[in-house]
């Protein structure tokens, strides 16, 4: 890896031509992520891409008519000071405001950079690209959001918010709030069961730990396993699944952990207000995502969790 300072000037136009290509390309990675669901920002990226597409070609115009025909490959990761950046076919489903938000620390990335490879050159030419190169990249910013202005009418940009929520509940929050819901609810049986059979704090938390932990990686797998996402549009099956197994643990563990108190009748107590918090939340949750009623949803969430726990206390009570 080479340092920014050693780089000679035809190498510094190089590594200019390589970097514009790959903002061009990342640009229209973008665009197209977008497109199906949030087809006015794509048409925005693909504007900005445009734009990188005739810095690159006028860099190398430069670099041909100072430097010949050969142009050689020379990449970020080739030279230290640049920030390592994630594969966009890795970060699939694309979040709309992390893109926005990458889109911006690029611009900014690309200006510092020709502001240092103006201060190495001492061609006039050369200088004079790159100072007018350092403008556009200062008014990109304000290009972007007259782009916005254009594609991005007041009513279409609600459409694509009400479409980035609706992806962020089908994605995130379902599967988060299936588990949190098995893991809560589901859980309280064995765990209460065995507090009233055993009287014993330490008996009690490890049938909710190993409860809570089974629940989980089998909610998990189940999830991730239901469909592929492709047509559903609920996202990457992996992803959705950890979500799904790790909320379903959490709800588990949740009123699993007052066991860890040793006085039996304060666990007890801990625990059971624990319940009426992680049912609760969950009440809000459905509220806030769902479209549920509040008290429709307590009530639905409340009368499940009842019936469990009723369960739990007559087995182990038995």
Not at 117 to 127: F, I, L, N, P
Not at 242 to 267: K, Q, S
Not at 271 to 290: D, N, P
Not at 305 to 310: D, K, N, P, R, S
Request: hydrophobic residues 45%.
């Amino acid at each position: 890896m080479r340092s920014f300072d050693d780089l000679s000037e035809s190498e510094i136009l190089a590594l200019a031509i390589s970097l514009e290509e790959e903002d061009e390309r990342i640009y229209s990675d973008y665009a197209e992520g977008l497109r199906t669901d949030f087809p006015a920002s794509a048409a925005v990226f693909e504007g900005m891409r445009e734009e990188e597409s005739g810095h690159r070609r006028r860099l190398i115009e430069l670099f041909r008519l100072k430097f010949g025909e050969h142009i050689p490959l020379i990449r970020r990761q080739d030279v230290k000071g640049f920030i390592a950046r994630k594969p966009i076919w890795l970060m699939r489903p694309l979040a709309l405001e992390h893109v926005r938000e990458q889109a911006s620390m690029m611009e900014v990335e690309s200006r510092q950079f020709y502001e240092r490879a103006v201060e190495r050159t001492h061609d006039a030419g050369t200088r004079q690209l790159l100072d007018d190169l350092i403008q556009e990249e200062r008014s990109h910013e304000q290009k972007a959001e007259a782009l916005e202005e254009d594609k991005l009418k007041p009513e279409i940009r609600l459409d694509e918010d009400e479409a980035n929520r609706r992806l962020f509940v089908l994605q995130i929050v379902q599967p988060g709030l299936a588990g949190l819901m098995d893991g809560s609810v589901s859980t309280l049986a064995p765990v209460f069961a065995a507090a009233f059979a055993t009287h014993s704090s330490w008996d009690a938390f490890r049938v909710g730990l190993a409860a809570s932990i089974g629940a989980g990686i089998s909610m998990g797998f189940a999830e991730a396993l239901s469909d592929d996402g492709s047509l559903t549009g609920r996202g990457h099956p992996w992803a959705r699944g950890g979500i799904c197994g790790l909320m379903t643990a959490l709800g588990g563990v949740g009123h699993t952990l007052p066991f860890l108190i040793p006085n039996f009748r304060g666990a007890m107590t801990a625990a059971m207000i624990v319940v009426v918090v992680e049912l609760g939340i969950i009440s809000w949750i459905r509220h806030k995502y769902m479209d549920s009623p509040l008290f429709s949803a307590a009530v639905q969430v409340g009368l499940g969790g009842l019936l469990v726990f009723g369960a739990g206390v007559l087995i182990g009570s038995s």
